[in-house]
């Protein structure tokens, strides 16, 4: 029973992750990129932390946790890059 | 039991996720994308981490599973506030029906709001 609602959320956050990046490809500018690939990291955070606790495998717990960290991190980065210059 | 508990929180879980992609793909500007991104995806991986929390139940994996809630917790709004205000500095245009811009360049003091009708 729990394998096919852990399947049904997995395919579910899969589709989530299309759509976002649907809206990477579209653009229009690159603050929306940059919300596309925040999305992107919550989203993969949530997947893998549905992974861990179906397959049993803790260890990916410490992965998710850095990738939380790196988008971040990242998004910072990206922010002040368009804060200086050209948002096109 | 538990496995019900699971199931429900993870599907609603997954549900707001989608609805937060959703959001970020039909919203017309920047500063409403970011908002349904945040706040949406913020609930949608609190109620996922809820499920693996009730699912594992050793100590350790508990602990990862609060402190990465709380990081995202903390991390998501102050994120979303600088991409928020670094693109509003860089002149990113807003949505076409926009009813008050309280930083505009030419607002004086004591302006009144511009398009409200």
Same mark, same amino acid.
């Given at each position: 029973m729990l394998e096919i609602i852990s399947h049904a959320t997995l395919v579910?956050? =899969?589709l989530a992750l299309l759509i976002a990046f649907i809206r990477?490809?579209? =653009?229009?500018t690159l603050p929306d990129r940059i919300v596309a690939m925040d999305l992107f990291g919550v989203l993969v955070v949530g997947l893998i932390v549905v992974l861990a606790a179906s397959s049993g495998v803790?260890?990916?717990l410490d992965a998710a946790f850095v990738i939380a960290l790196i988008g971040f991190v990242s998004t910072i980065a990206y922010a002040t890059y368009v804060e200086r210059g050209d948002p096109q | 039991m538990t496995? #019900?508990?699971?199931g429900v929180v993870w599907l609603a879980g997954s549900v707001f996720a989608l609805l937060a992609a959703v959001g970020v793909l039909r919203m017309p500007d920047v500063f409403t994308?970011?908002?349904a991104s945040t706040k949406a995806s913020t609930l949608g991986l609190g109620c996922l981490l809820i499920g693996a929390a009730l699912q594992m139940?050793?100590?350790a994996s508990l602990i990862r599973v609060v402190s #990465?809630?709380?990081f995202v917790l903390l991390t998501t709004p102050v994120a979303g506030h600088v991409i928020a205000r670094a693109s509003y500095f860089a002149d990113v245009p807003l949505w076409k029906g926009t009813l008050l811009d309280e930083r505009r360049r030419d607002a004086g003091p004591g302006d009144s709001p511009p398009n409200i009708e």
């Amino acid at each position: 029973m729990l394998e096919i609602i852990s399947h049904a959320t997995l395919v579910t956050l =899969g589709l989530a992750l299309l759509i976002a990046f649907i809206r990477l490809v579209k =653009g229009p500018t690159l603050p929306d990129r940059i919300v596309a690939m925040d999305l992107f990291g919550v989203l993969v955070v949530g997947l893998i932390v549905v992974l861990a606790a179906s397959s049993g495998v803790r260890a990916t717990l410490d992965a998710a946790f850095v990738i939380a960290l790196i988008g971040f991190v990242s998004t910072i980065a990206y922010a002040t890059y368009v804060e200086r210059g050209d948002p096109q | 039991m538990t496995d #019900i508990l699971t199931g429900v929180v993870w599907l609603a879980g997954s549900v707001f996720a989608l609805l937060a992609a959703v959001g970020v793909l039909r919203m017309p500007d920047v500063f409403t994308r970011m908002q349904a991104s945040t706040k949406a995806s913020t609930l949608g991986l609190g109620c996922l981490l809820i499920g693996a929390a009730l699912q594992m139940g050793d100590f350790a994996s508990l602990i990862r599973v609060v402190s #990465i809630g709380a990081f995202v917790l903390l991390t998501t709004p102050v994120a979303g506030h600088v991409i928020a205000r670094a693109s509003y500095f860089a002149d990113v245009p807003l949505w076409k029906g926009t009813l008050l811009d309280e930083r505009r360049r030419d607002a004086g003091p004591g302006d009144s709001p511009p398009n409200i009708e």
